[in-house]
């Protein structure tokens, strides 16, 4: 079985080694940004007064309910509001 997936990657182009690469060095950049967004984040969060949070908070609440309208669900509202909440429990 070994020996199968050995001459699998072997066998593989010089092109799609090189896509694998790239991918593989766009989701180490990636990666990146996502820790400098969260160490900004927690930075800024902390200069915020419990009422902005408080706002904050409010206004993920409305996107979510707003998403969430049985007769018509918005799924992206729906993620806004899950990324809005997401942040939030990451700053405190």
Same mark, same amino acid.
């Given at each position: ?19 694998? =690469?790239?991918?593989? %060095?766009?989701?180490?950049? &990636?990666?990146? /940004?996502? @820790? !400098? ?28 309910? =707003?998403?969430?309208? %049985?007769?018509?669900?918005? &799924?992206?509202? /729906?993620? @806004? !509001?899950e990324e809005i909440w ?7």
């Amino acid at each position: 079985m070994h020996a199968l997936r050995l001459s699998r990657v072997v066998s593989l182009s010089p092109s799609l080694l090189d896509a694998m =690469e790239d991918a593989s %060095e766009r989701i180490r950049e &990636l990666e990146a /940004r996502l @820790v !400098a967004h969260v160490i900004v984040l927690k930075t800024i969060a902390r200069l915020l007064s419990e009422s902005t949070l408080a706002e904050l908070k409010a206004a993920a609440q409305g996107i979510d309910d =707003e998403g969430m309208q %049985e007769a018509n669900p918005n &799924l992206h509202m /729906r993620r @806004v !509001a899950e990324e809005i909440w997401s942040i939030l429990e990451m700053v405190g």
